[in-house]
């Protein structure tokens, strides 16, 4: 679930500002573009008008429908949009990764794009296990403002976890919720796990829970501020209790772990690994 590749040097213009979320006056963003010229929503860093026509060396099209997530978009009435398999290939294009890190056909594309779209929904579903158990009463429904990848920025649990042993996340995205009003960013780790990846599905439904088991996703409110860390706490003896589902299973030491099995701890143990990761919700 990491975002489509984007670019790096943006321009910016002007401000514009969007939506309002949970109330207020909306959101103030940078009106930027990218060194090809195109317009960026600053909330997914991804082209306001993305191209849908085939890549240069590309030898037949893909598909061009896009998914409307179950994810509340901040500013809107609406939801978040997946991006299509033909916007993610441009996207991969545009940035050179056709041809480096993990091989991958125009086959693969449209199973990347499903298992993106299925794992951003259960990120959603897990994070509202947080806000529905601890903040209903304020707010009933919460959006999701704006998001970012950063794959190369261990989370502070993370950084622990493989201090001690445990194999690295694969992927990092932080996602800026509204909570009726109030900015809450959360940070999710993603891990793949070899043992638990059979009989994962090709091409899995949007909410099939069981479809990615080789996938597991850490989602929790990040430690920005005493209210979050309360959550956390409260979190964590809600499921001691019981009182809550318990935290997912993250992948074992490579020291508990067989031969066979340790090859886990990395996602370059499959092919696939890291690509179901490779975008998350795009506008």
């Given at each position: 679930?990491?975002?489509?590749?984007?670019?790096?040097?943006?321009?910016?213009?002007?401000d514009?500002?969007?939506g309002g979320?949970?109330?207020?006056?909306?959101?103030?963003?940078?009106?930027?573009?990218?060194?090809?010229?195109?317009?960026?929503?600053?909330?997914?860093?991804?082209?306001?008008?993305?191209?849908?026509?085939?890549?240069?060396?590309?030898?037949?099209?893909?598909?061009?429908?896009?998914?409307q997530?179950?994810?509340?978009?901040?500013?809107?009435?609406?939801?978040?949009?997946?991006?299509?398999?033909?916007?993610?290939?441009?996207?991969?294009?545009r940035?050179?990764?056709?041809?480096?890190?993990d091989?991958?056909?125009?086959?693969?594309?449209?199973?990347?794009?499903?298992?993106?779209?299925?794992?951003?929904?259960?990120?959603w579903?897990?994070?509202?296990?947080?806000e529905?158990?601890?903040?209903?009463?304020?707010c009933?429904q919460?959006t999701?403002?704006?998001?970012?990848?950063?794959?190369?920025?261990?989370?502070p649990?993370?950084?622990?976890?493989?201090w001690?042993?445990y194999?690295k996340?694969?992927?990092?995205h932080?996602?800026?919720?509204?909570?009726?009003?109030?900015?809450?960013?959360?940070v999710?780790?993603y891990?793949?796990?070899?043992?638990?990846?059979?009989?994962?599905?090709e091409?899995?439904?949007?909410?099939?829970d069981?479809?990615?088991?080789?996938?597991?996703?850490?989602?929790r409110?990040?430690?920005?501020?005493?209210?979050?860390?309360?959550?956390?706490?409260?979190?964590?003896?809600?499921?001691?209790t019981?009182?809550?589902?318990p935290?997912?299973t993250?992948?074992?030491?490579?020291?508990?772990?067989?031969?066979s099995s340790?090859?886990?701890?990395?996602?370059?143990?499959?092919?696939?690994?890291?690509?179901p990761?490779?975008a998350?919700?795009?506008?």
């Amino acid at each position: 679930v990491r975002n489509l590749p984007t670019d790096n040097h943006l321009t910016v213009k002007e401000d514009v500002v969007i939506g309002g979320g949970g109330g207020g006056d909306g959101y103030k963003y940078p009106h930027a573009y990218n060194v090809y010229g195109e317009v960026i929503d600053p909330t997914n860093n991804m082209p306001k008008q993305p191209k849908q026509q085939m890549a240069p060396g590309q030898e037949r099209p893909l598909p061009t429908d896009r998914v409307q997530s179950h994810i509340p978009k901040g500013g809107t009435d609406s939801t978040w949009l997946y991006p299509s398999p033909q916007m993610f290939y441009n996207a991969l294009t545009r940035k050179g990764k056709r041809d480096t890190g993990d091989p991958f056909t125009l086959d693969d594309v449209t199973t990347i794009v499903s298992i993106h779209n299925n794992l951003n929904e259960r990120t959603w579903r897990e994070l509202m296990q947080w806000e529905g158990r601890l903040h209903a009463d304020a707010c009933a429904q919460p959006t999701l403002l704006r998001f970012c990848g950063r794959p190369d920025d261990l989370t502070p649990k993370a950084w622990l976890r493989t201090w001690l042993g445990y194999p690295k996340p694969f992927d990092r995205h932080d996602w800026t919720v509204d909570r009726c009003g109030t900015l809450v960013r959360y940070v999710i780790d993603y891990y793949y796990d070899e043992e638990t990846s059979q009989g994962d599905k090709e091409l899995p439904a949007l909410h099939d829970d069981t479809a990615v088991r080789g996938i597991q996703v850490d989602v929790r409110p990040a430690v920005d501020s005493f209210g979050s860390l309360f959550d956390r706490i409260r979190m964590f003896y809600m499921r001691r209790t019981g009182a809550a589902p318990p935290a997912p299973t993250i992948p074992r030491p490579s020291f508990f772990s067989s031969s066979s099995s340790s090859a886990s701890s990395s996602p370059s143990a499959s092919p696939d690994a890291p690509e179901p990761a490779a975008a998350a919700a795009a506008a």
